[in-house]
Each structure stands twice: as C-alpha cells, then as structure tokens.
C-alpha cells in the first residue's frame, strides 16, 4: 500500500529529528567539557600542591589526598606501579581511571604531574578510590546518569512542545480545509472566517477569490447560453423559413430575382447571427473595449426587424403600423439590432389581438401595443430574459428607456441620440 505523503507528519519528523540531534550533541560536548573541567580542576590543584612547603628526598609531603615528592620513588607505590616514569611529561597530568562507565562512578583513579620551579623537579600524586569523598555517594546519581537523564527529558519536552505547536497550526489548517471543501456558489459571498493566522486568512481570501471568479466565468458562460438561445431564434427561424422557400421556388422555377431576394434574406438573417453572437459575447465578458459603430437608419432597421417577426403574428388578429424617417446615427449596430428586436417581439408575443404602433422619429422610437382580446403565458415566450438583456444594455449605454403599462398593453420609449 502506497504512504501518501503529509505536510504534517514531514514537518513533525524532520523537526523532532533536528532536535533529537542537537541535543544529543549537546550533551556530548557537555560530557567532553565536564571531563575536561575535572582534568583542569585536578591540574590546578596539583599546581598548587606542588609549591607548598618544602619537601626533602625520601620525606613525601602529604596533604588533602595529594603526595608531593622530589624523587618518583618516594611516590605511592600504586601510583609507580600504574605509570612509567619514562612516559610522564612535564607540567603534563597523565591519569589512570579504573572501572570507568558511563552509568557509575569509576572504583579507582591514580593521577601523577611532574613540575619544575627552576630549581628541583617535583612530582605531585593523587589516588582516588572507591568510596571516598572526592566521587558521589552512593544515593546520589553519577554524573553521567544525570546528563542522559537531563538529555532524554529536554527530547520528551521537546516532542511534546513540538506537538503541541503542530496540533495549534494544524487545527487552523483542518478548519481551513473543511471550509474550503464545503464553498459552493450559495456561500461564496459569505464573509470569510478567521483562521487565526495571517497566511492562512490570505490563503482563504485567494482560495475564496479563485472560486468566486470561477463562479463568475461559469454564470457569464450560462448566461450567454440564454441570451443566444433567445436571441438567436428570429434569425434561425428566418433561415430556416427562406431555405424552404428557395427550395420551392427552384423546383416552381421561379425567376432568378425571387431566388436571389430570398438569398438576400437569409445573408441578412446569417449577418444577423454573427452580430448578436459578438455582442453577446462582449455583453457576457464585460470588455472594456467599445463595439465598432456604423450608420444606422434605425428606420430601415425597424422595418427589417418587424418582417423578420411577422412569423409571430401568424394566425392572430394584429395589425401592425410603422412610420419612420430617414435619420441616421453612429450606433453599434448589433447591440441596438437586439434592443429593437426584444422590444418589437415582446409587443407582438403580448398582443393577441389588436394593433402594434412603431414609430421613430430622429433617434427616439416609440413602440406601444393594444392587445384588445386573449390571452398570452409568458412563461411560454422567453420573454424575462429579452427584458432583461433589453435593459442591461439600455444601462450599458446610458441611452434613457421607460417602460409604462396602459390599458390593455405597454409603451416603450427608447432614445438612441
């Protein structure tokens, strides 16, 4: 079975790891310097010894469990029998520790130095064995013992700091964790929790911004799905009814005039596709940049949209007026193409009999039906969303709209100047 790695169990071991190993070599320095502590401690005092009194060839003087002599022979005779005079150096101290462990105090300890003040050479002696005063008594630990002990606890004491530490940043972290996976787009707007550390509340911030971007992309995405399925119906359904068309008069034989005015439509209908889809588009991203502009006589293009629709009056009582001018305006020409086109199929959706008035004069077109009998379902006709898209581009642009009720059927008034 595969071990997935984890942050915490890496973080722990190789820390745990570090201080195992720093402490460890601690108290190895400390065991090198205690020894070396007694080796100076025992030298000094030798030194000292060594320049008390005056001492005479074959009279040993003996003070505190040190022996000073000037010939080696007036030494203790363990002290002869564990060195070599030979090997002895001066102002160097040679020693002999017997039965030394770590976990207890040596049983014997011979130590020797030999001095020179300039006029006799002296050779000063210490015998340490067990039990005396100079080692510990017997209820008390060596040593040694004491600084393993000492050791073993500061690596209990860290372990368990350490665990501590890591159980207090890793609880944040599982908070963390858990919010993260329960985010969806019911609570992305909900204030952020706190997490108690700065890194961590950053990281909730971009995780919850990433999410709330995606989020957005995915609506706008959505959104442009609706938009083009209901904005790009009259077009289709005018490709598709003039295809149809063609195909008749092909197999009638009609002249080629009527073939190419039907072939003129559906070009218009397929330029109209490819307009809305980029204003769509550019409406769903929210770009900055502005649609091109191109004269626009919004009275022929209210003419073309009001043909274009006329499928949705089929087999209904409506009449249907237009008066229009010859005004021209720089207008992105998609963007108003849609305006217009929601307007115009709203009145004829919502008018199951009686009349639909267009009219435009200048830059300002107003649009009022009468529906004087029957009934419409809007939730057949799509049309809070062609509201909808009406009105965010209406907002997008400025260009004033109001949209009033009266008897019987609605006015709207749009101005493009």
Same mark, same amino acid.
């Given at each position: 079975?595969?071990?997935?790695?984890?942050?915490?169990?890496?973080?722990?071991?190789?820390?745990?790891?570090?201080?195992?190993?720093?402490?460890?070599?601690?108290?190895?320095?400390?065991?090198?310097?205690?020894?070396?502590?007694?080796?100076?401690?025992?030298?000094?005092?030798?030194?000292? !010894?060594?320049?008390?009194?005056?001492?005479?060839?074959?009279?040993?003087?003996?003070?505190?469990?040190?022996?000073?002599?000037?010939?080696?022979?007036?030494? *203790?005779?363990?002290?002869?029998?564990?060195?070599?005079?030979?090997?002895?150096?001066?102002?160097?101290?040679?020693?002999?520790?017997?039965?030394?462990?770590?976990?207890?105090?040596?049983?014997? =300890?011979?130590?020797?130095?030999?001095?020179?003040?300039? +006029?006799?050479?002296?050779?000063?002696?210490?015998?340490?064995? /067990?039990?005396?005063?100079?080692?510990?008594?017997?209820?008390?630990?060596?040593?040694?013992?004491?600084?393993?002990?000492?050791?073993?606890?500061?690596?209990?004491?860290?372990?368990?700091?350490?665990?501590?530490?890591?159980?207090?940043?890793?609880?944040?972290?599982?908070?963390?964790?858990?919010?993260?996976?329960?985010?969806?787009?019911?609570?992305?707007?909900?204030?952020? &929790?706190?997490?108690?550390?700065?890194?961590?509340?950053?990281?909730?911030?971009?995780?919850?911004?990433?999410?709330?971007?995606?989020?957005?992309?995915?609506?706008? #995405?959505?959104?442009?799905?609706?938009?083009?399925?209901?904005?790009?119906?009259? &077009?289709?359904?005018?490709?598709?009814?003039?295809?149809?068309?063609?195909?008749?008069?092909?197999?009638?034989?009609?002249? &080629?005039?009527?073939?190419?005015?039907?072939?003129?439509?559906?070009?218009?209908?397929?330029?109209?596709?490819?307009?809305?889809?980029?204003?769509?588009?550019?409406?769903?991203?929210?770009?900055?940049?502005?649609?091109?502009?191109?004269?626009? +006589?919004?009275? #022929?293009?209210?003419?073309?949209?009001?043909?274009?629709?006329?499928?949705?009056?089929?087999?209904?009582?409506?009449?249907?007026?237009?008066?229009?001018?010859?005004?021209?305006?720089?207008?992105?020409?998609?963007?108003?193409?849609?305006?217009?086109?929601?307007?115009?199929?709203?009145?004829?959706?919502?008018?199951?009999? =009686?009349?639909?008035?267009?009219?435009?004069?200048?830059?300002?077109?107003?649009?009022?039906?009468?529906?004087?009998?029957?009934?419409?379902?809007?939730?057949?006709?799509?049309?809070?969303?062609?509201? !909808?898209?009406? #009105?965010?581009?209406?907002?997008?642009?400025?260009? *004033?709209?109001?949209?009033?009720? /009266?008897?019987?059927?609605?006015?709207?008034?749009?101005?493009?100047?």
């Amino acid at each position: 079975m595969e071990i997935r790695p984890s942050l915490r169990l890496y973080v722990l071991l190789a820390m745990l790891v570090t201080g195992i190993v720093m402490i460890l070599g601690l108290s190895a320095l400390s065991v090198k310097y205690f020894i070396s502590g007694m080796d100076v401690a025992m030298r000094e005092a030798m030194i000292a !010894q060594s320049q008390k009194g005056t001492v005479d060839p074959g009279k040993p003087l003996i003070n505190g469990g040190f022996t000073v002599a000037v010939r080696w022979r007036d030494l *203790p005779e363990t002290i002869r029998l564990n060195f070599d005079e030979r090997e002895v150096k001066l102002n160097v101290i040679s020693k002999k520790i017997i039965g030394k462990t770590l976990l207890s105090p040596p049983k014997a =300890g011979y130590f020797v130095m030999k001095f020179s003040n300039g +006029k006799e050479l002296r050779y000063v002696s210490s015998v340490f064995s /067990h039990p005396t005063e100079h080692f510990a008594g017997h209820s008390a630990l060596p040593h040694f013992v004491t600084i393993l002990i000492t050791a073993l606890t500061a690596i209990g004491l860290f372990f368990i700091i350490l665990t501590l530490v890591l159980r207090k940043v890793a609880s944040p972290v599982e908070q963390l964790k858990s919010w993260a996976k329960q985010l969806d787009k019911d609570n992305l707007s909900e204030p952020t &929790p706190d997490f108690h550390y700065s890194e961590l509340n950053i990281l909730a911030n971009i995780i919850r911004d990433s999410l709330s971007s995606v989020q957005a992309s995915l609506a706008r #995405e959505q959104q442009f799905l609706s938009y083009a399925s209901h904005e790009l119906r009259t &077009p289709i359904a005018v490709t598709r009814t003039n295809s149809e068309l063609l195909g008749k008069l092909i197999q009638k034989g009609a002249t &080629p005039e009527k073939q190419l005015a039907v072939i003129d439509r559906i070009e218009r209908a397929g330029m109209t596709m490819t307009d809305l889809t980029d204003t769509l588009l550019w409406l769903t991203r929210q770009q900055d940049k502005a649609l091109p502009k191109s004269d626009c +006589k919004l009275g #022929e293009l209210l003419i073309d949209i009001q043909c274009e629709l006329r499928y949705l009056l089929i087999g209904k009582p409506v009449t249907v007026t237009i008066d229009t001018d010859d005004f021209t305006l720089q207008l992105p020409l998609g963007l108003v193409r849609i305006v217009l086109a929601n307007v115009i199929r709203n009145a004829f959706q919502h008018t199951a009999a =009686g009349r639909v008035k267009i009219t435009q004069v200048g830059g300002t077109i107003t649009i009022v039906n009468h529906n004087h009998g029957g009934t419409v379902d809007d939730n057949n006709l799509g049309f809070g969303l062609g509201l !909808q898209l009406t #009105e965010r581009l209406l907002l997008q642009y400025d260009w *004033p709209y109001q949209n009033e009720a /009266h008897t019987g059927g609605r006015k709207v008034y749009i101005c493009f100047s």
